[in-house]
């Protein structure tokens, strides 16, 4: 590998200690994120019983879950650029509010196509959520804190996808699909209103010592940055297609479940719930990990990538293979902890290959791939296989974009360093000339 080494911490430090306001910032749009993914995710719970009430396929069940996924694909790039220029907090707080309007909406809605119309619209509430709410998150922090950080934060929404699962499956049990989602849609308006009046704008450029970015760097970042070098691409590219098996399995394990092992709603939303709790704690872990192994040695974050792609390939392959029962819950258990395992260090190195002025957009560029290879085609193919083979065979493929995603982060082995380098390069000859 041509090209000096640039060590992570050479970019940019950022505030030299972890602060009190900065995991308070941490806890708000932490907790926003959870509520994002309990509206996206609180369908999944209730598949079964819209699927008996309104006579739905897999296909349209897999279509609701998965529009939600395409409006984000589609509006993440530029919404994100639009909070960079109107304000993150304001921004942010705009979406919350509008992804929980959308929710209750989808509580009165009469049939099908408004339902889809409700989906469509949470997920222009949830588009720029995900990598805005994550640039503010980690500017109010250190550096040597980025992957750990980013899979924390990350995590929100697997811990979202949990209880949306739980609480939404175990409410419609009780009271019906209906109240499920108002519950939630209500949650979500209060911590939208709550947000603003503690996260300010002011005090977060403060704190994440903007100074650090020079100025010309600012003046001079372009979206052609984003995707200027080999490294980013295949970051993006691999994350993505890891996605696919990350966003099928969260959406369909309660149908599963229902299907397989004849669970009750509420039973199997509980069991899928605690999967999807070993898939966020895995996430954390797998982030933590990364950071840690990879002090010293930026290049061991594509190791560790690909080591969470493989793993969960072979665990998801190992599993549905077995017949239902406890060896095979222990062996999705095994592949839920490592499915979402490279959020982490994908999004460490995309932090590290851009410039911080543009982070806000990096991390929506890398949301739109998300989207665009996993979270929207993963469900709604999904469903669309089994409709015509059976969910079980249909989640017997899952593996094979788990092996994509091993061989494009695999490629990045010849190019992480010398870009990291050339970045290296460019921020300090810029910091010169200012």
């Known amino acids: 590998m041509a090209g000096p080494v640039a060590d992570d911490q ?18 708000l749009s932490f907790g926003l994120l959870i509520s994002d993914y309990m509206a996206r995710q609180v369908l999944n719970a209730v598949f079964p019983l819209l699927k008996a009430e309104w006579h739905l396929s897999d296909s349209k069940l897999g279509l609701l879950t998965g529009i939600v996924a395409v409006m984000v694909g589609v509006l993440t790039l530029p919404l994100s650029l639009a909070a ?40 222009v509430g949830e588009a720029a959520y995900g990598s805005v ?12 804190m980025r992957a750990t950080l980013s899979a924390m934060f990350l995590a929100g929404g697997i811990f979202g996808q949990v209880l949306g699962v739980a609480i939404g499956a175990q409410i419609a049990a009780i009271h019906g699909w209906r109240v499920a989602f108002t519950v939630i849609g209500v949650m979500g ?86 999967l999807l709790l070993v898939c966020g704690t895995g996430m954390i872990l797998c982030g933590v990990v990364s950071d840690r192994l990879s002090r010293g040695d930026p290049g061991r974050k594509i190791t560790l990538a690909i080591t969470f ?8 392959t190992v599993a549905l293979q077995l017949p239902p029962g406890p060896g095979q819950l222990v062996m999705l258990a095994v592949a839920m902890a490592m499915v979402a395992g490279t959020s982490g260090p994908a999004g460490a190195m995309v932090a590290n290959l851009t410039p911080l002025a543009l982070h ?52 990045m082995r010849s190019s992480y360093r010398t870009d990291l380098a050339r970045l290296s390069s460019q921020s300090t000859a810029a910091s010169s000339e200012a």
């Open 10 to 27: 050479s970019l940019g430090e950022g505030p030299s200690r972890a602060s009190a306001y900065g995991w308070a910032v941490f806890a």
């Open 189 to 274: 308006l209060v911590l939208g209103v709550a947000y603003p009046l503690v996260v300010r704008e002011k005090r977060i450029k403060a704190l994440s010592n903007a100074a650090d970015a020079p100025p010309r760097i600012e003046q001079k970042a372009s979206i052609r940055e984003l995707i200027s070098s080999r490294s980013v691409r295949l970051a993006y590219l691999g994350n993505g297609l890891q996605y696919f098996a990350a966003g099928a399995l969260p959406s369909w394990l309660p149908s599963y479940l229902n299907r397989y092992y004849a669970m009750p709603v509420d039973k199997a939303g509980r069991l899928a719930g605690l």
């Open 309 to 316: 792609c493989l793993g969960s390939a072979a665990a998801l």
């Open 360 to 411: 806000g957009t990096a991390f929506a560029t890398m949301t739109l791939a998300n989207n665009f290879l996993g979270l929207a085609p993963g469900p709604i193919l999904t469903g669309r296989v089994a409709d015509s083979v059976g969910l079980l065979d249909a989640f017997r493929l899952l593996p094979v974009p788990c092996l994509l995603a091993a061989l494009s982060f695999y490629a």
């Open 133 to 144: 709410g994550i640039a503010v998150v980690i500017s109010v922090f250190p550096r040597r």
């Open 84 to 123: 960079d220029r109107w304000g993150r907090v304001r921004s942010l707080t705009l979406m919350a509010i509008l992804w929980s309007l959308a929710t209750l909406l989808c509580a009165a809605a009469g049939g099908y196509a408004e339902m889809l119309v409700g989906r469509a619209l949470v997920g």
